[in-house]
């Protein structure tokens, strides 16, 4: 397939179709994020205090991974290799409010519901996590449609090592 994709005579249609299958197949795994998401954020007590504002982590997370979506289908849809290399920093950021909510959740220890608020708001951040790892993957494959080679930006929604 890679040979075919890179040399015959419609190898950038090719390419296309490969790309939007693999495309397709992030959407769908996105789409399950934010079914996994919905039935948290369903469960949380409309009346629960957030005292450490983990909510407010969630809220800058969902909005950066708009962004990552939507500069991923912008980079898509033009062809932009340059675009689609700059999503992985927004990336970073999504990685970083994650580990704020995670440790947040760590230094609960008084009430049941602030706990089960925390727990939820941990579940939620790991559930958003995702969705910018598969924009940058998305983004991947911008590289791929353009110059025929697999250049990955990175391996986002790839198993990751701890240091």
Known sequence: MTITACQAPVASDLRRV???IQVAQHLGLIANQFDLISQQLREID????????????????????????EHAAGAFA???????QGIERDD???????????????VLATGRGARELGLRHVLVARGLEPVGD???D???????LVTARHQQISVASGPQRRG
């Open 18 to 20: 490969l790309s939007l």
């Open 46 to 69: 409309a009346g629960a205090l957030d005292c450490q504002g983990t909510g407010e982590r969630l809220s800058e997370m969902a909005m950066l991974a708009a962004t990552q979506l």
């Open 78 to 84: 033009a062809r932009d290799v340059g675009a689609a």
């Open 92 to 106: 970073d950021a999504i990685d970083k409010l994650n580990r704020v909510v995670f440790e947040a959740a760590l």
């Open 134 to 136: 598969n924009a940058v």
């Open 138 to 144: 998305i983004a991947n494959q911008v590289s791929f």
